[in-house]
């Protein structure tokens, strides 16, 4: 079913985003901070540089060290000294930034990026992100009603591994425990959607493991692959839903087995396939599918989210942490 298209090779716009951020302060030379962030369509040789404003820009953390290093995952760290805004660079190996400057550079010529951030924006916490798969995920750190029992969420159970592979974590924060949930950073519309995840068959019932697209612009556009009991021990592991779950035709239960299994679902005009299958790549079998074809939503503003979470049945509570974890994502137009 994913093999029917190529991916498209589209060229990165350089880009850069805080993943964390000091609160504002006034200059000084005595205290240093911790600042922190992401690059996207960086290249090799290219680096970050800082700037924290007290009076002018001044670059950070010294003007005898003022290069901050990009990781290979696209993620830099360094400290600043504080100020009452931060900015980060994206620059070629031919940049020669100022010790101070009175306006920062505009993207050009050796300049690919520019981050600003200022005032609100520096006594609210700033979203943090994961890099997984080629994509850019957002990580929850709000409650949320999903399953229709609230749920904390920690940044810090979710992260990928030297492998590459996404992980997600429910683990218990003194007497309450938290959940895990990455939402893409963008839109993608119609295509097909693969998720390849490992063993979930030993999950307790009270963990839902789900893949679904959400708007939070307009209308939901929700589409689910959930993998989970609810609480229940007598119940099919798995379903395949389109909103609103409450018209019986919208959902449909299946049995999801042990070992490896490679989720996904084909979106298109007026219809979705849904589609399960035992294995990776050529050799998988499939184990279910479906086809919806009505209510299906039309592409908006959704965007992809993973999560983890705990549906809170009283008759059969989480009792132990849980762990589930992603090797792969892809999309194909």
């Given at each position: 079913?994913?093999?029917?298209?190529?991916?498209?090779?589209?060229?990165?716009?350089?880009?850069?985003?805080?993943?964390?951020?000091?609160?504002?302060?006034?200059?000084?030379?005595?205290?240093?901070?911790?600042?922190?962030?992401?690059?996207?369509?960086?290249?090799p040789g290219q680096r970050i540089v800082l700037f924290a404003r007290?009076?002018?820009?001044?670059?950070?953390?010294?003007?005898?060290?003022?290069?901050?290093?990009?990781?290979?995952?696209?993620?830099?760290?360094?400290?600043?000294h504080p100020g009452i805004a931060y900015a980060a660079l994206l620059?070629?190996?031919?940049?020669?930034?100022?010790?101070?400057?009175?306006?920062?550079?505009?993207?050009?010529?050796?300049?690919?990026?520019?981050?600003?951030?200022?005032?609100?924006?520096?006594?609210?916490?700033?979203?943090?992100?994961?890099?997984?798969?080629?994509?850019?995920?957002?990580?929850?750190?709000?409650?949320?009603?999903?399953?229709?029992?609230?749920?904390?969420?920690?940044?810090?159970?979710?992260?990928?591994?030297?492998?590459?592979?996404?992980?997600?974590?429910?683990?218990?924060?003194?007497?309450?425990?938290?959940?895990?949930?990455?939402?893409?950073?963008?839109?993608?519309?119609?295509?097909?959607?693969?998720?390849?995840?490992?063993?979930?068959?030993?999950?307790?019932?009270?963990?839902?493991?789900?893949?679904?697209?959400?708007?939070?612009?307009?209308?939901?556009?929700?589409?689910?692959?959930?993998?989970?009991?609810?609480?229940?021990?007598?119940?099919?592991?798995?379903?395949?839903?389109?909103?609103?779950?409450?018209?019986?035709a919208n959902v449909v239960r299946f049995m999801a087995p042990a070992?490896?299994?490679?989720?996904?679902?084909?979106?298109?005009?007026?219809?979705?396939?849904?589609?399960?299958?035992?294995?990776?790549?050529?050799?998988?079998?499939?184990?279910?599918?479906?086809?919806?074809?009505?209510?299906?939503?039309?592409?908006?503003?959704?965007?992809?989210?993973?999560?983890?979470?705990?549906?809170?049945?009283?008759?059969?509570?989480?009792?132990?942490?849980?762990?589930?974890?992603?090797?792969?994502?892809?999309?194909?137009?």
């Amino acid at each position: 079913m994913l093999s029917g298209c190529q991916p498209a090779r589209l060229k990165v716009e350089p880009s850069i985003e805080f993943t964390h951020l000091p609160p504002a302060g006034e200059g000084s030379p005595d205290k240093l901070v911790a600042i922190e962030g992401h690059v996207t369509g960086a290249q090799p040789g290219q680096r970050i540089v800082l700037f924290a404003r007290s009076g002018v820009w001044w670059v950070q953390p010294t003007a005898r060290e003022p290069y901050t290093a990009i990781r290979h995952d696209g993620h830099w760290k360094n400290d600043t000294h504080p100020g009452i805004a931060y900015a980060a660079l994206l620059v070629t190996a031919n940049f020669r930034p100022p010790t101070t400057i009175s306006d920062l550079p505009n993207k050009s010529g050796d300049v690919l990026a520019v981050a600003i951030a200022e005032g609100k924006r520096l006594s609210r916490p700033v979203a943090r992100s994961v890099s997984f798969s080629g994509y850019q995920w957002e990580l929850r750190q709000t409650p949320s009603g999903r399953g229709g029992t609230r749920n904390a969420y920690d940044p810090a159970n979710a992260w990928t591994d030297k492998s590459g592979f996404l992980h997600l974590r429910i683990d218990k924060q003194a007497k309450d425990w938290t959940s895990a949930e990455v939402t893409l950073t963008h839109s993608l519309g119609y295509g097909s959607y693969r998720f390849v995840v490992r063993d979930m068959s030993k999950l307790e019932p009270a963990v839902v493991f789900s893949v679904f697209t959400w708007d939070e612009a307009g209308p939901p556009r929700e589409m689910n692959i959930e993998i989970g009991r609810w609480g229940e021990t007598a119940v099919k592991n798995a379903q395949y839903v389109i909103q609103p779950y409450y018209v019986p035709a919208n959902v449909v239960r299946f049995m999801a087995p042990a070992g490896v299994l490679t989720h996904s679902f084909r979106w298109e005009p007026g219809r979705v396939i849904f589609q399960t299958a035992r294995g990776v790549g050529a050799g998988a079998t499939p184990v279910a599918s479906h086809t919806f074809s009505s209510g299906v939503p039309a592409p908006g503003s959704e965007a992809v989210h993973m999560n983890l979470y705990v549906y809170d049945n009283k008759s059969n509570p989480l009792r132990n942490s849980a762990e589930v974890v992603v090797e792969k994502f892809e999309y194909l137009p």
